[in-house]
Protein backbone atom coordinates (compact mmCIF):
# COMPACT_ATOMS: atom_id res chain seq x y z
CA UNK A 1 0.00 0.00 0.00
CA UNK A 2 1.36 3.33 -0.82
CA UNK A 3 1.50 6.09 1.63
CA UNK A 4 1.74 9.66 1.97
CA UNK A 5 5.98 8.74 2.76
CA UNK A 6 6.39 6.84 -0.89
CA UNK A 7 6.70 8.63 -4.03
CA UNK A 8 7.28 6.90 -7.89
CA UNK A 9 10.02 8.75 -9.64
CA UNK A 10 9.99 8.06 -13.18
CA UNK A 11 13.66 7.62 -15.00
CA UNK A 12 14.14 8.61 -18.49
CA UNK A 13 15.45 5.17 -19.13
CA UNK A 14 11.86 3.47 -18.68
CA UNK A 15 12.70 2.22 -15.21
CA UNK A 16 11.22 3.72 -12.03
CA UNK A 17 11.48 4.33 -8.53
CA UNK A 18 9.43 4.11 -5.61
CA UNK A 19 11.09 5.52 -2.51
CA UNK A 20 9.77 6.57 0.96
CA UNK A 21 10.18 9.70 2.93
CA UNK A 22 12.59 8.86 5.75
CA UNK A 23 10.50 8.98 9.27
CA UNK A 24 11.57 12.28 10.80
CA UNK A 25 13.61 10.28 13.77
CA UNK A 26 15.54 8.68 11.14
CA UNK A 27 16.49 12.37 8.85
CA UNK A 28 20.16 12.84 8.98
CA UNK A 29 21.25 16.41 9.45
CA UNK A 30 24.60 17.65 10.78
CA UNK A 31 23.35 17.83 14.33
CA UNK A 32 21.82 14.35 14.60
CA UNK A 33 23.45 11.82 12.04
CA UNK A 34 21.48 8.92 11.42
CA UNK A 35 23.06 5.64 12.19
CA UNK A 36 20.90 3.39 10.47
CA UNK A 37 22.07 0.35 8.62
CA UNK A 38 20.81 -0.81 5.18
CA UNK A 39 20.46 -3.83 3.33
CA UNK A 40 19.66 -3.90 -0.54
CA UNK A 41 18.12 -6.90 -2.12
CA UNK A 42 18.48 -7.26 -5.90
CA UNK A 43 16.26 -9.83 -8.56
CA UNK A 44 17.97 -10.35 -11.34
CA UNK A 45 15.79 -11.51 -14.01
CA UNK A 46 15.86 -11.44 -17.85
CA UNK A 47 13.19 -8.53 -18.59
CA UNK A 48 13.50 -6.56 -15.78
CA UNK A 49 16.33 -5.69 -12.97
CA UNK A 50 15.01 -5.15 -9.73
CA UNK A 51 16.16 -3.45 -6.25
CA UNK A 52 14.77 -2.75 -2.78
CA UNK A 53 16.10 -1.34 0.54
CA UNK A 54 15.37 -2.58 3.72
CA UNK A 55 16.41 -0.67 6.95
CA UNK A 56 17.91 -2.74 9.49
CA UNK A 57 16.41 -6.29 9.92
CA UNK A 58 13.34 -5.55 8.62
CA UNK A 59 11.34 -7.44 5.50
CA UNK A 60 9.38 -4.37 4.27
CA UNK A 61 10.98 -2.40 1.30
CA UNK A 62 11.46 1.35 2.04
CA UNK A 63 12.56 1.87 -1.56
CA UNK A 64 12.31 0.29 -4.43
CA UNK A 65 13.66 0.95 -8.23
CA UNK A 66 12.58 -1.11 -11.62
CA UNK A 67 14.88 -0.77 -14.95
CA UNK A 68 14.89 -3.01 -18.05
CA UNK A 69 17.23 -5.53 -18.33
CA UNK A 70 18.01 -5.09 -22.27
CA UNK A 71 20.00 -8.81 -21.97
CA UNK A 72 20.07 -8.35 -25.67
CA UNK A 73 22.64 -6.07 -25.32
CA UNK A 74 25.52 -7.44 -23.78
CA UNK A 75 27.19 -8.53 -20.56
CA UNK A 76 28.61 -4.62 -19.61
CA UNK A 77 25.19 -3.22 -20.74
CA UNK A 78 23.32 -5.51 -17.91
CA UNK A 79 25.96 -5.01 -15.39
CA UNK A 80 25.84 -1.07 -16.24
CA UNK A 81 22.29 -1.14 -15.15
CA UNK A 82 22.54 -3.58 -12.36
CA UNK A 83 24.40 -1.16 -10.76
CA UNK A 84 22.48 2.28 -11.72
CA UNK A 85 19.33 0.32 -10.35
CA UNK A 86 21.00 -0.76 -6.89
CA UNK A 87 22.67 2.90 -6.76
CA UNK A 88 18.73 4.02 -7.15
CA UNK A 89 17.73 2.34 -3.94
CA UNK A 90 20.86 3.16 -1.58
CA UNK A 91 21.10 6.13 0.56
CA UNK A 92 23.24 8.60 0.08
CA UNK A 93 26.06 7.73 2.30
CA UNK A 94 27.01 3.77 0.62
CA UNK A 95 28.88 3.54 3.87
CA UNK A 96 25.63 2.89 5.40
CA UNK A 97 24.72 0.29 3.28
CA UNK A 98 26.12 -3.49 4.95
CA UNK A 99 25.35 -5.88 2.47
CA UNK A 100 23.65 -6.65 -0.72
CA UNK A 101 21.72 -9.37 -1.88
CA UNK A 102 22.03 -10.66 -5.37
CA UNK A 103 19.01 -13.36 -6.47
CA UNK A 104 20.18 -15.19 -9.90
CA UNK A 105 18.27 -17.02 -12.09
CA UNK A 106 20.83 -19.31 -12.53
CA UNK A 107 22.81 -21.66 -10.50
CA UNK A 108 25.77 -19.57 -8.51
CA UNK A 109 29.11 -20.85 -6.38
CA UNK A 110 28.46 -18.96 -2.69
CA UNK A 111 32.11 -19.78 -1.52
CA UNK A 112 33.95 -18.14 -5.42
CA UNK A 113 30.91 -15.77 -6.19
CA UNK A 114 30.76 -17.13 -9.88
CA UNK A 115 27.57 -17.82 -12.23
CA UNK A 116 28.01 -20.83 -13.59
CA UNK A 117 24.99 -19.55 -15.85
CA UNK A 118 21.71 -17.48 -16.29
CA UNK A 119 18.53 -18.23 -18.02
CA UNK A 120 17.55 -16.03 -20.22
CA UNK A 121 20.41 -13.70 -19.69
CA UNK A 122 22.76 -14.18 -23.11
CA UNK A 123 26.57 -14.40 -22.17
CA UNK A 124 26.32 -14.60 -18.46
CA UNK A 125 28.46 -17.96 -17.89
CA UNK A 126 31.16 -18.42 -15.57
CA UNK A 127 30.85 -14.64 -14.34
CA UNK A 128 32.33 -13.65 -11.43
CA UNK A 129 29.86 -11.70 -10.55
CA UNK A 130 30.62 -10.95 -6.89
CA UNK A 131 33.93 -9.70 -7.57
CA UNK A 132 32.70 -7.27 -10.58
CA UNK A 133 29.64 -5.80 -8.29
CA UNK A 134 32.02 -5.49 -5.38
CA UNK A 135 34.44 -3.87 -7.30
CA UNK A 136 31.91 -1.19 -8.69
CA UNK A 137 29.80 -0.55 -5.61
CA UNK A 138 32.14 -1.09 -2.37
CA UNK A 139 30.51 -3.16 -0.99
CA UNK A 140 29.69 -6.66 0.18
CA UNK A 141 27.93 -8.42 -2.92
CA UNK A 142 26.45 -11.76 -1.79
CA UNK A 143 24.63 -13.52 -4.76
CA UNK A 144 23.21 -16.56 -4.57
CA UNK A 145 19.56 -18.73 -6.83
CA UNK A 146 16.75 -16.78 -7.16
CA UNK A 147 14.51 -19.97 -6.44
CA UNK A 148 16.78 -20.96 -3.20
CA UNK A 149 16.72 -17.24 -1.78
CA UNK A 150 12.70 -17.08 -2.27
CA UNK A 151 12.72 -20.22 -0.02
CA UNK A 152 14.71 -18.06 2.40
CA UNK A 153 12.48 -14.74 2.73
CA UNK A 154 9.24 -16.93 2.70
CA UNK A 155 10.94 -18.73 5.64
CA UNK A 156 12.60 -15.85 7.26
CA UNK A 157 9.62 -13.44 6.52
CA UNK A 158 6.54 -15.09 5.13
CA UNK A 159 4.70 -18.48 4.68
CA UNK A 160 7.97 -20.74 6.26
CA UNK A 161 7.86 -18.25 9.48
CA UNK A 162 8.30 -20.49 12.79
CA UNK A 163 9.14 -23.80 11.18
CA UNK A 164 12.82 -24.94 10.57
CA UNK A 165 12.38 -27.63 7.80
CA UNK A 166 10.52 -26.11 4.88
CA UNK A 167 10.19 -27.10 0.91
CA UNK A 168 9.87 -24.43 -1.84
CA UNK A 169 8.82 -24.52 -5.17
CA UNK A 170 7.90 -22.16 -7.80
CA UNK A 171 6.33 -22.61 -10.71
CA UNK A 172 6.06 -20.09 -13.18
CA UNK A 173 7.82 -20.08 -16.80
CA UNK A 174 10.08 -22.68 -14.95
CA UNK A 175 10.02 -25.07 -11.69
CA UNK A 176 12.68 -23.77 -9.58
CA UNK A 177 13.22 -25.20 -5.69
CA UNK A 178 14.67 -24.22 -2.67
CA UNK A 179 15.04 -26.32 1.04
CA UNK A 180 15.34 -25.25 4.72
CA UNK A 181 16.37 -28.08 6.45
CA UNK A 182 17.11 -27.97 10.27
CA UNK A 183 17.41 -24.05 10.09
CA UNK A 184 19.79 -23.67 7.57
CA UNK A 185 19.78 -22.91 3.85
CA UNK A 186 20.69 -26.29 2.11
CA UNK A 187 22.91 -25.58 -1.09
CA UNK A 188 25.10 -28.47 -1.65
CA UNK A 189 28.92 -28.78 -1.92
CA UNK A 190 29.17 -25.98 -4.93
CA UNK A 191 25.76 -24.50 -4.29
CA UNK A 192 23.92 -25.93 -6.81
CA UNK A 193 21.36 -27.70 -4.46
CA UNK A 194 17.51 -27.95 -4.44
CA UNK A 195 17.18 -28.03 -8.73
CA UNK A 196 13.82 -29.51 -7.47
CA UNK A 197 12.71 -28.71 -10.80
CA UNK A 198 15.25 -30.56 -12.62
CA UNK A 199 13.85 -33.86 -10.96
CA UNK A 200 12.97 -36.68 -13.36
CA UNK A 201 9.25 -36.78 -13.51
CA UNK A 202 8.70 -38.52 -17.50
CA UNK A 203 11.55 -40.79 -18.16
CA UNK A 204 12.52 -39.89 -22.04
CA UNK A 205 9.55 -37.19 -21.70
CA UNK A 206 9.55 -33.89 -23.14
CA UNK A 207 12.47 -31.53 -23.94
CA UNK A 208 12.89 -29.54 -20.88
CA UNK A 209 14.34 -25.98 -21.17
CA UNK A 210 17.67 -27.67 -19.73
CA UNK A 211 18.42 -29.61 -22.82
CA UNK A 212 17.61 -33.03 -20.91
CA UNK A 213 14.23 -34.81 -20.92
CA UNK A 214 11.01 -35.55 -18.36
CA UNK A 215 12.24 -33.04 -15.85
CA UNK A 216 9.67 -31.59 -13.75
CA UNK A 217 10.10 -28.53 -15.05
CA UNK A 218 9.17 -29.88 -19.14
CA UNK A 219 5.67 -31.36 -17.56
CA UNK A 220 4.44 -28.66 -14.89
CA UNK A 221 5.89 -25.39 -15.31
CA UNK A 222 3.51 -22.71 -17.03
CA UNK A 223 5.72 -23.40 -20.45
CA UNK A 224 4.65 -26.75 -20.55
CA UNK A 225 0.85 -26.45 -19.90
CA UNK A 226 0.97 -23.87 -22.83
CA UNK A 227 3.02 -25.96 -24.79
CA UNK A 228 0.76 -29.25 -23.83
CA UNK A 229 -2.70 -26.79 -24.29
CA UNK A 230 -1.62 -26.15 -28.12
CA UNK A 231 -0.80 -29.58 -28.60
CA UNK A 232 -3.69 -31.10 -27.82
CA UNK A 233 -5.85 -28.13 -29.52
CA UNK A 234 -4.30 -28.98 -32.60
CA UNK A 235 -5.09 -32.61 -32.66
CA UNK A 236 -8.78 -32.03 -32.20
CA UNK A 237 -9.01 -31.68 -28.23
CA UNK A 238 -11.07 -28.86 -26.34
CA UNK A 239 -12.80 -27.67 -29.62
CA UNK A 240 -15.29 -26.04 -27.42
CA UNK A 241 -12.64 -24.34 -24.75
CA UNK A 242 -12.66 -20.93 -23.75
CA UNK A 243 -9.40 -21.08 -24.27
CA UNK A 244 -10.36 -20.50 -27.89
CA UNK A 245 -11.92 -17.35 -27.26
CA UNK A 246 -9.02 -15.87 -24.68
CA UNK A 247 -6.87 -16.73 -27.35
CA UNK A 248 -8.91 -14.67 -30.14
CA UNK A 249 -8.77 -18.45 -32.46
CA UNK A 250 -5.42 -18.37 -32.51
CA UNK A 251 -3.85 -21.60 -31.32
CA UNK A 252 -0.28 -19.50 -30.98
CA UNK A 253 -1.30 -17.81 -28.74
CA UNK A 254 -2.36 -20.30 -25.88
CA UNK A 255 0.17 -19.93 -23.04
CA UNK A 256 0.32 -21.52 -19.35
CA UNK A 257 -1.75 -17.92 -18.48
CA UNK A 258 -4.70 -18.27 -20.62
CA UNK A 259 -5.34 -22.14 -19.64
CA UNK A 260 -5.16 -21.13 -16.16
CA UNK A 261 -7.88 -18.54 -16.61
CA UNK A 262 -9.94 -20.44 -18.53
CA UNK A 263 -9.81 -23.16 -15.51
CA UNK A 264 -10.70 -20.16 -12.74
CA UNK A 265 -14.27 -20.20 -14.79
CA UNK A 266 -14.43 -23.74 -14.62
CA UNK A 267 -13.60 -24.77 -17.99
CA UNK A 268 -13.68 -28.68 -18.50
CA UNK A 269 -10.59 -29.18 -20.94
CA UNK A 270 -8.67 -26.32 -19.20
CA UNK A 271 -9.15 -27.45 -16.04
CA UNK A 272 -8.12 -31.12 -16.95
CA UNK A 273 -4.52 -30.19 -18.24
CA UNK A 274 -3.70 -28.21 -14.73
CA UNK A 275 -5.16 -30.85 -13.15
CA UNK A 276 -2.61 -33.16 -14.83
CA UNK A 277 0.28 -30.48 -14.20
CA UNK A 278 -0.73 -31.09 -10.39
CA UNK A 279 -0.77 -34.35 -10.56
CA UNK A 280 2.79 -34.31 -11.43
CA UNK A 281 3.80 -31.94 -8.91
CA UNK A 282 2.06 -33.96 -5.98
CA UNK A 283 4.35 -37.16 -7.27
CA UNK A 284 7.52 -35.46 -7.41
CA UNK A 285 6.46 -33.82 -3.80
CA UNK A 286 5.84 -37.01 -2.50
CA UNK A 287 9.28 -38.07 -3.35
CA UNK A 288 10.50 -35.37 -1.78
CA UNK A 289 8.43 -35.32 1.05
CA UNK A 290 10.46 -38.56 2.10
CA UNK A 291 13.80 -37.21 1.06
CA UNK A 292 13.08 -34.32 3.46
CA UNK A 293 10.88 -34.38 5.83
CA UNK A 294 9.83 -31.01 6.02
CA UNK A 295 6.91 -29.44 8.00
CA UNK A 296 5.38 -27.64 5.70
CA UNK A 297 5.55 -26.78 1.84
CA UNK A 298 5.16 -23.50 0.20
CA UNK A 299 4.53 -23.45 -3.70
CA UNK A 300 4.66 -20.04 -4.78
CA UNK A 301 5.44 -18.79 -8.64
CA UNK A 302 2.89 -17.57 -11.43
CA UNK A 303 1.22 -21.06 -11.46
CA UNK A 304 0.39 -21.03 -7.90
CA UNK A 305 -2.05 -18.10 -8.13
CA UNK A 306 -4.39 -20.46 -9.36
CA UNK A 307 -5.21 -21.65 -5.91
CA UNK A 308 -7.44 -24.73 -4.81
CA UNK A 309 -7.72 -25.55 -9.19
CA UNK A 310 -3.64 -26.51 -8.80
CA UNK A 311 -3.60 -27.64 -5.22
CA UNK A 312 -6.16 -29.56 -4.91
CA UNK A 313 -4.64 -32.85 -7.29
CA UNK A 314 -1.14 -31.67 -5.43
CA UNK A 315 -2.97 -32.69 -2.52
CA UNK A 316 -4.17 -35.47 -3.63
CA UNK A 317 -0.85 -36.69 -5.13
CA UNK A 318 1.06 -36.39 -2.36
CA UNK A 319 -1.50 -38.37 -0.83
CA UNK A 320 -1.49 -41.15 -2.99
CA UNK A 321 2.09 -41.79 -3.67
CA UNK A 322 3.77 -41.14 -0.41
CA UNK A 323 5.35 -43.75 1.21
CA UNK A 324 3.66 -43.28 4.37
CA UNK A 325 0.66 -40.68 6.17
CA UNK A 326 3.55 -39.46 8.65
CA UNK A 327 4.89 -37.77 5.43
CA UNK A 328 2.18 -35.88 4.64
CA UNK A 329 -0.40 -35.80 8.06
CA UNK A 330 1.51 -32.91 9.69
CA UNK A 331 3.19 -31.23 6.66
CA UNK A 332 0.75 -28.84 5.17
CA UNK A 333 1.15 -27.84 1.40
CA UNK A 334 0.47 -23.76 1.17
CA UNK A 335 0.86 -20.96 -0.89
CA UNK A 336 3.94 -18.30 -1.01
CA UNK A 337 3.27 -15.60 1.14
CA UNK A 338 5.39 -12.47 -0.45
CA UNK A 339 4.57 -12.65 -3.73
CA UNK A 340 6.28 -11.13 -6.56
CA UNK A 341 8.68 -9.86 -3.56
CA UNK A 342 9.86 -13.20 -2.82
CA UNK A 343 13.47 -12.60 -4.14
CA UNK A 344 13.97 -9.46 -3.39
CA UNK A 345 13.41 -10.05 0.56
CA UNK A 346 15.19 -13.27 -0.03
CA UNK A 347 18.10 -11.10 -1.48
CA UNK A 348 17.90 -8.98 1.38
CA UNK A 349 17.84 -11.48 3.84
CA UNK A 350 20.78 -13.44 2.27
CA UNK A 351 22.84 -10.34 3.03
CA UNK A 352 21.73 -9.59 6.63
CA UNK A 353 22.63 -13.36 7.51
CA UNK A 354 25.80 -12.90 5.49
CA UNK A 355 27.00 -10.15 7.61
CA UNK A 356 25.43 -11.68 10.77
CA UNK A 357 28.39 -14.04 10.59
Given at each position: ??????????????????????????????????????????????????????????????????????????????????????????????????????????????????????????????????????????????PGNDANLAALGEWKFGAGRGHNDVLYL??????????????????????????????????????????????????????????LAQARLRAGDGADSKIWELASGEVEHV?????????????????????????????????????????????????????????????????????????????????????????????????MEQVRR
Amino acid sequence: MLTDRMLYLPRADGGRLLTTRPPDHLTASRDHPTTMTYFIGVDVGGTHLRAARFAGQTHTPEAKAKSPTLAAKGREMVLQRLERVIRDVCPEDLSQVAGIGLAIPGPVNPQTGILLTAANIPGWDNVPLKQIMEERLGRPVFPGNDANLAALGEWKFGAGRGHNDVLYLTISTGIGGGVISGGQMLLGAQGLGAELGHSLAVPDGPLCGCGQRGHLEAVASGTAIGRLAQARLRAGDGADSKIWELASGEVEHVTGAVVGEAALVGDVFATRLITEAGLFLGRTLASLLCIFNPSIVIMGGGVSMLGEVLFNPVREAVKRHAMSEAFWRDCPIVPAALGDDAGLVGAGALAMEQVRR
